[in-house]
C-alpha cells in the first residue's frame, strides 16, 4: 500500500543514483584540485630551486673573478714592483747589508731562525700563513650555514690584498732603497738588467721573492689585513682568541724588523696604508659613499643577485625618493 509520508522522506531510486554521480563527481573535481596544488606547489620548488641554483652558479663565477683579479695583481707585483725594485736597488761590494739608520734595528736585535716548509722561511710568514689557515676554515665552516657569507669573508680578504698589492706595486719600485737583509748580501754585490732581475723575482719558485723590495711591508701589510677581516666578521669574540691573534700580530711585526727585511718606516707605512685601504674599501662595500664606478663594481662582486641598478635602493638609500622630495620642497 502506498504510503505518501514514507515517499515524501525517502528519495526514490533514481534520486538516489543522481545524488551518488553527483558525490561521484564532487569527489572527483576535489581530488583534481588537489592534485593540480600539488603539481603547482612541486612547479614552485621547481623553480625556487632552478633560481637558486643559478643564483649560486652566477656567484660563485664573481667569486672566480675575485681569485682572477688577486692572482693578477699578485703578479704583477712581482713583474713590475718587486723586478724593478731588486734592478736598482744600491749595489755595495760590503759583505755586509749597509742599512740605513733606524730606531727598530737600535732596539731589536738582529734574530731570524729559518723556518723549513714556509714560502722564504721566516717567522713572519709562518704567522701569516696561520692567519690564512684560520680565514680559510672560517670561510669553508661559514658556507656550510650560509653560502653567501662565507663568500663574503673570501671575496673581502681577497680585495683587500688586491689593494695592498696595487699600492706597494707603486711604492716600492719608485725609490731604491740600500737593502738590509743578512741573507740578500750573495746578490748586492752585482749590477744586473731588468731579465736577470725578472728571472731573480719570478722564476726561482711559484711565489715571488726580491731583496730590496722595501716600502711598503707587504708580509705587515697581508697580516693587518687578514686580522681586519676577522675582526669584522666576529672571529675574535672571545677573549682568548683575541689575545692569541693580537699577539701573532705583534710576532710576526716583530719579526719583519728583527730579520731585517724591512725597515721600520715600512711597518709605520703598511699600518697607515691598511687603515686607509680598509676604510676606502668598506665605505664603498656598505654604499656609505657611492664611490663612483669603483664602489658600484665592489658592490656588484660582492653581493648576491646585484645589479647596478640596485645603487637606486640599497642600505636605505632611495635615490627616487630623495628626487621626490627635492621636487616637492
Known amino acids: 500500500m502506498y504510503n505518501e509520508n514514507s515517499s515524501s522522506l525517502s528519495?526514490?531510486?533514481?534520486?538516489?543514483?543522481?545524488?551518488?554521480?553527483?558525490?561521484?563527481?564532487?569527489?572527483?573535481?576535489?581530488?583534481?584540485?588537489?592534485?593540480?596544488k600539488k603539481e603547482s606547489f612541486g612547479s614552485f620548488k621547481n623553480d625556487t630551486s632552478s633560481v637558486m641554483s643559478n643564483n649560486v652558479l652566477y656567484n660563485n663565477?664573481?667569486?672566480?673573478?675575485?681569485?682572477?683579479?688577486?692572482?693578477t695583481t699578485y703578479e704583477l707585483m712581482g713583474v713590475v714592483g718587486g723586478t724593478i725594485a731588486f734592478l736598482h736597488f744600491p749595489r755595495t761590494p760590503d759583505e755586509q747589508p749597509i742599512a740605513l739608520p733606524d730606531y727598530g734595528y737600535d732596539i731589536i736585535?738582529?734574530?731570524?731562525?729559518?723556518?723549513?716548509?714556509?714560502?722564504?722561511?721566516?717567522?713572519?710568514?709562518?704567522?701569516?700563513?696561520?692567519?690564512?689557515?684560520?680565514?680559510?676554515?672560517?670561510?669553508?665552516?661559514?658556507?656550510?650555514?650560509?653560502?653567501?657569507?662565507?663568500?663574503?669573508?673570501?671575496?673581502?680578504?681577497?680585495?683587500?690584498?688586491?689593494?695592498?698589492?696595487i699600492t706597494r706595486t707603486t711604492t716600492v719600485c719608485v725609490t731604491g732603497l740600500p737593502q738590509p737583509n743578512p741573507r740578500c748580501v750573495d746578490v748586492q754585490h752585482d749590477e744586473v738588467n731588468y731579465a736577470q732581475a725578472l728571472d731573480f723575482v719570478m722564476l726561482r719558485s711559484f711565489l715571488p721573492h726580491a731583496c730590496g723590495d722595501l716600502v711598503y711591508s707587504?708580509?705587515?701589510g697581508c697580516t693587518l689585513v687578514c686580522f681586519v677581516i676577522m675582526w669584522r666578521?666576529?672571529?675574535?669574540?672571545?677573549?682568548?682568541?683575541?689575545?692569541?691573534?693580537?699577539?701573532?700580530?705583534?710576532?710576526?711585526?716583530?719579526?719583519?724588523l728583527s730579520c731585517r727585511s724591512h725597515y721600520t718606516v715600512d711597518?709605520?707605512?703598511?699600518?697607515?696604508?691598511?687603515?686607509?685601504?680598509?676604510?676606502?674599501?668598506?665605505?664603498?662595500?656598505?654604499?656609505?659613499?657611492d664611490g663612483g664606478y669603483v664602489g658600484q663594481f665592489i658592490?656588484?662582486?660582492?653581493?648576491?643577485?646585484?645589479?647596478?641598478?640596485?645603487?637606486?635602493?640599497?642600505?636605505?638609500?632611495?635615490?627616487?625618493?630623495?628626487?621626490?622630495?627635492?621636487?616637492t620642497k
Open 11 to 36: 528519495p526514490s531510486s533514481s534520486e538516489a543514483s543522481n545524488l551518488m554521480i553527483l558525490g561521484g563527481d564532487f569527489c572527483q573535481c576535489e581530488q583534481e584540485q588537489h592534485s593540480g
Open 61 to 71: 663565477r664573481k667569486l672566480f673573478l675575485s681569485v682572477i683579479l688577486w692572482f
Open 109 to 165: 736585535p738582529y734574530f731570524c731562525p729559518y723556518i723549513p716548509y714556509i714560502p722564504h722561511g721566516n717567522l713572519q710568514s709562518f704567522v701569516l700563513m696561520i692567519f690564512y689557515v684560520i680565514l680559510l676554515i672560517g670561510v669553508f665552516s661559514t658556507m656550510k650555514k650560509a653560502a653567501d657569507e662565507g663568500r663574503l669573508i673570501l671575496q673581502q680578504l681577497l680585495h683587500l690584498n688586491v689593494l695592498v698589492f
Open 218 to 220: 707587504g708580509h705587515v
Open 233 to 256: 666578521h666576529n672571529y675574535l669574540v672571545e677573549t682568548w682568541k683575541k689575545v692569541a691573534i693580537i699577539s701573532l700580530t705583534i710576532t710576526g711585526i716583530l719579526s719583519t
Open 267 to 289: 711597518v709605520v707605512l703598511a699600518f697607515y696604508f691598511i687603515r686607509f685601504l680598509s676604510e676606502f674599501y668598506f665605505l664603498r662595500s656598505e654604499h656609505v659613499v
Open 299 to 327: 658592490r656588484w662582486l660582492e653581493r648576491p643577485d646585484y645589479s647596478i641598478d640596485d645603487d637606486k635602493s640599497i642600505n636605505g638609500y632611495d635615490q627616487e625618493k630623495e628626487e621626490n622630495v627635492m621636487t
